[in-house]
C-alpha cells in the first residue's frame, strides 16, 4: 500500500513537475515573443531618430556648398565678368580675375574643398582644380561636359557622383551665367564625420545612396560605388521616409533635400540578441528551478524593456546634443528658440547672437583635424561658462555657435547692454585661451546679435538677421560683433 501511494505521489510530481515546466516554458516563449516585438518597435524608434539626424547632418552639409556656391552671385562685376569679351582690356580682366579669385579662395577657406572654380566656355577657369579633375580634361571640353550635365537635369544645378568614373569625389555643379559654370567638389570620404553611428547600435550599415540607388557613401567602403541590394530596394519600394521590417532585417531611410537619402540598415538578430541570451538563460533556469522560473522570466523580461525604454532614451537625448561640445545641435536648438519666439513670455526681451571662429580653417590645415576639433571643445566650453543660465546655447554646424537669450528685462537698451557686456567678457577670455594659444594662425571670431522684434512669426527671420550682421563683420575685416539697430518690442 505504502509503495502503491508512493507511486501514486511519484506520478502526481512527475505529472505537476512536467506541467508546471510545460506552462512556465510555454509563457516564457510567449513573454520572449512578445519582447521581440516591443523591442523591434522600440529599435525602429530609435534607429529612425539616428537616421533622422544623419540626414539632417547631409542636408547641413549640402546646404553649406551650395552657401559658397550663392554668394558668388552678389557681385554684379564677378557675375557680368567674360575672359572672351575682347572689348574688355587684359589689365582690367586681369584684375577682375583676380578678385574673383580671392573670392572663390575666402568663400572656401574653412572648408575642405577638392575643386571651388568657376568655368567658363572658352575653358578658361578661376579658382583652384584637384589633379583628378584635371585629368579627366586634360584635353579641354569641361565647360561643355558640365553644361550638358545640367541641360540633362533641366535645371541650373546638379549634384552628381561617379563622374567619368571617380567614386571618391562628390561633384555641386550650378550655371552662373550663359556662359559660366560654378563647380564645387569634395572628397566623398568627408562625410564620414557627418555619419556617427551611436554606440547601441554598432552593425548597423549607413548608405548615402541618390535617385539610381547609387552607393555615394557607406561606412562599408568596400560598397560605395555599388547599388543599393536589390532586396533592400525591393523592401522599401516608393518609400523615402519611414521604416520597414522583414523577418530578418529593420530598414530606416529619410529623403534629403535634394533628392538623395540615408539608409540604414540594422540585422533583426542585432535587435533582439538580449532577448535571445535571455532564452537561454531561462530554458537553464528551468531546468534546475522549475519553481520560480516564471517570476524569472517575467521579471528579466521586463528588464529587458526597461533597458530598451533606457536605449531609447540615451538615443533621443544624443539626437538633441552635438556629440564633441555636448551643446544643443542644430535641430535642437531651432526648436527651442522657436518655441520661444511662438509664445513670447511676457516682461522679458529676446535675442540670438551667432558666432562664426575667423580662420579656423588654418586650425585643421596647420595642426590637424584632432586639434580642430579641441579648439570647437574648448570654444563650447568658454561659452557655457562665460554666458548664464538665461541663454540658450548650441553648435549650429562647423564652427558656427548660437546664443538665444531670454532675459527678464522688458528694457531693451539695457539688454542691449548686458549682451555687450557678456560678448565683451567671452572675448577678453577668448584672446586669454585660444586666441592667444593659436595667435600664430590669428585664431579669432566674429558675432552677429538681433533681438525678437513683434513681427516675426518664427525663428528662421531671427536667424537671417543674425547670420547677415555676422557675414558683415566677416567682409568688414573679422573679428567684429555687430548689433541689430532695429528696434524690437518686448511682448
Same mark, same amino acid.
Given at each position: ?47 529612425? &531618430? ?66 571651388? &572654380? ?374
Amino acid at each position: 500500500m505504502d509503495n502503491e501511494f508512493k507511486k501514486i505521489q511519484l506520478r502526481t510530481i512527475l505529472l505537476f513537475t512536467t506541467l508546471i515546466f510545460v506552462i512556465t516554458l510555454y509563457i516564457s516563449v510567449l513573454l520572449t515573443g512578445r519582447s521581440n516585438i516591443l523591442m523591434r518597435e522600440n529599435a525602429a524608434s530609435l534607429v529612425s &531618430a539616428s537616421n533622422r539626424q544623419m540626414e539632417l547632418n547631409i542636408d547641413s552639409y549640402l546646404t553649406k556648398v551650395k552657401k559658397a556656391s550663392a554668394l558668388l552671385f552678389s557681385e554684379s562685376t564677378f557675375y557680368s565678368y567674360d575672359p572672351s569679351d575682347e572689348t574688355v582690356d587684359a589689365y582690367t580682366k586681369l584684375q577682375t580675375s583676380n578678385q574673383i579669385n580671392d573670392k572663390i579662395t575666402d568663400l572656401g577657406i574653412l572648408d575642405n574643398y577638392a575643386d571651388f &572654380a568657376l568655368i567658363y566656355n572658352n575653358d578658361d577657369l578661376i579658382g583652384s582644380l584637384s589633379k583628378v579633375t584635371k585629368d579627366m580634361y586634360a584635353d579641354g571640353g569641361m565647360y561643355d561636359a558640365f553644361s550638358s550635365i545640367l541641360d540633362q537635369k533641366g535645371e541650373n544645378v546638379a549634384w552628381v557622383f561617379g563622374l567619368n568614373g571617380d567614386i571618391e569625389h562628390i561633384y555641386y555643379f550650378e550655371r552662373y551665367n550663359d556662359h559660366s559654370i560654378i563647380l564645387i567638389s569634395f572628397y566623398s570620404r568627408e562625410l564620414q564625420n557627418v555619419f556617427q553611428i551611436p554606440e547601441q547600435l554598432n552593425g548597423m550599415e549607413v548608405s548615402l545612396v541618390n535617385s539610381d540607388d547609387l552607393i555615394l557613401y557607406s561606412n562599408d567602403s568596400g560598397k560605395i560605388g555599388t547599388s543599393l541590394p536589390q532586396s533592400t530596394v525591393s523592401l522599401l519600394g516608393d518609400l523615402k521616409n519611414g521604416s520597414v521590417m522583414s523577418n530578418t532585417t529593420l530598414i530606416t531611410t529619410d529623403e534629403c533635400s535634394n533628392g538623395w537619402r540615408v539608409v540604414c540598415t540594422v540585422p533583426a538578430s542585432l535587435i533582439i540578441q538580449d532577448n535571445n541570451r535571455f532564452m537561454e538563460s531561462t530554458m537553464l533556469v528551468i531546468v534546475v528551478i522549475v519553481a520560480v522560473i516564471l517570476f524569472f522570466g517575467i521579471f528579466v523580461t521586463r528588464r529587458l524593456n526597461v533597458t530598451a525604454n533606457n536605449l531609447v532614451d540615451s538615443l533621443q537625448e544624443e539626437a538633441q546634443h552635438d556629440r564633441m561640445t555636448g551643446l544643443y545641435n542644430k535641430e535642437e536648438f531651432h526648436r527651442i528658440a522657436g518655441r520661444f519666439v511662438e509664445q513670447r513670455p511676457a516682461g522679458r526681451t529676446m535675442s540670438f547672437t551667432i558666432f562664426d571662429m575667423d580662420n579656423f580653417k588654418s586650425i585643421n590645415d596647420n595642426h590637424g583635424h584632432l586639434e580642430g576639433d579641441d579648439v570647437l571643445r574648448r570654444f563650447a566650453v568658454l561659452l557655457s561658462n562665460t554666458f548664464g543660465s538665461e541663454f540658450t546655447l548650441g553648435r549650429l554646424g562647423g564652427d558656427e555657435f548660437g546664443i538665444f537669450g531670454c532675459m527678464d528685462i522688458p528694457d531693451e537698451e539695457s539688454v542691449r547692454k548686458e549682451l555687450s557686456h557678456y560678448i565683451e567678457v567671452f572675448r577678453d577670455r577668448f584672446s586669454d585661451g585660444l586666441g592667444r594659444d593659436f595667435s600664430a594662425d590669428t585664431l579669432s571670431f566674429c558675432s552677429g546679435t538681433t533681438f525678437v522684434h513683434a513681427d516675426d512669426s518664427n525663428f528662421d527671420s531671427v536667424f537671417s538677421r543674425a547670420d547677415a550682421l555676422l557675414y558683415k563683420g566677416k567682409k568688414n575685416g573679422k573679428g567684429q560683433d555687430n548689433f541689430d539697430d532695429r528696434g524690437s518690442e518686448t511682448p
